[in-house]
């Protein structure tokens, strides 16, 4: 049996009608691995919730999206802070914390990384510009976003540096926000050339989550596949498998 893999999807609004959306590259990535993909939809926050959609899952993925709004990390919202989805900030939190408490496999991406940092009590910067030694590849334009943008250092002796077999990478970057303090329980696994922190990790069966798109790159960067691999791998080691 597959591991059952369930992805956080997001909302896209068309003018007339909200929809639920993901971008097709993370499901197929999850095949690819081994996986069983199932998008979940946003609900309300309510744990129960929470609880009954890791009920239905084996591993979690956290996607690429909008800010997080910044009261979940005691800030208010700045100039440049981007596009918000609080419905789907509360229920994203709420899905770390239900994770976290039965140490269930949780893999993030991007938006996922910080969600993960905040839920469990970091905090970021709202945007790029509020940290001054920062440089702006991190925020590729469109037209550029399955490229790789610069280059990141595999702290060695990390997890990550294990499934990946490398020091360094040259990798995408689309985010405009930052990790600013570590949340406790998280230890930095990849650095960029200005020292933003580009992954995380965390004890237990898998917790792990990086600030690129290894979705985008798989095609090309057939080595990017091994972060779904190891998400499927430790859901395996589910009890229900």
């Known amino acids: 049996m597959r591991p059952r893999i369930g992805?956080?999807?997001?909302?896209?609004?068309?003018?007339?009608?909200r929809w639920?959306?993901?971008?097709?590259?993370?499901?197929?990535?999850?095949?690819?691995?081994?996986?069983?993909?199932?998008?979940?939809?946003?609900?309300?926050?309510?744990p129960v919730l929470a609880e009954a959609c890791l009920d239905a899952i084996d591993g979690l993925l956290l996607t690429g999206g909008a800010d997080i709004?910044?009261?979940?990390y005691g800030q208010i919202v700045l100039e440049q802070c981007g596009e918000i989805d609080e419905e789907r900030d509360r229920f994203e939190v709420e899905l770390v914390h239900a994770a976290r408490s039965r140490d269930l496999p949780l893999?993030?991406?991007?938006?996922?990384?910080?969600?993960?940092?905040?839920a469990m009590g970091g905090s970021l910067y709202q945007d790029l510009?509020?940290?001054?030694?920062?440089?702006?590849?991190?925020?590729?334009?469109?037209?550029?976003?399955?490229?790789?943008?610069?280059q990141v250092t595999i702290i060695e002796g990390s997890r990550l540096a294990g499934m990946l077999g490398v020091q360094e990478l040259h990798v995408t970057s689309t985010h405009h926000q930052i990790i600013r303090e570590l949340?406790?329980?998280?230890?930095?696994?990849?650095?960029?050339?200005?020292?933003?922190?580009?992954?995380?990790?965390?004890?237990?069966?898998?917790?792990?989550?990086?600030?690129?798109?290894?979705e985008r790159m798989v095609a090309r960067h057939p080595e990017q596949l091994a972060l779904f691999r190891a998400l499927v791998?430790?859901?395996?080691?589910?009890?229900?498998?």
């Open 233 to 241: 791998e430790a859901a395996g080691t589910s009890p229900r498998h």
């Open 129 to 150: 510009s509020y940290r001054q030694e920062t440089d702006p590849t991190h925020q590729s334009p469109r037209e550029r976003r399955g490229e790789p943008a610069h």
């Open 69 to 72: 709004h910044p009261s979940f």
């Open 7 to 17: 992805i956080t999807s997001w909302h896209h609004w068309d003018g007339d009608e």
């Open 107 to 118: 893999l993030g991406i991007c938006r996922g990384l910080q969600v993960l940092n905040v």
């Open 183 to 214: 949340a406790p329980g998280l230890t930095v696994n990849a650095v960029a050339p200005d020292g933003v922190v580009e992954g995380v990790e965390g004890v237990g069966r898998f917790l792990l989550a990086v600030h690129w798109h290894p």
């Open 20 to 46: 639920e959306a993901i971008l097709e590259g993370y499901p197929r990535a999850v095949l690819e691995a081994g996986g069983l993909p199932l998008i979940l939809p946003i609900t309300n926050a309510e």
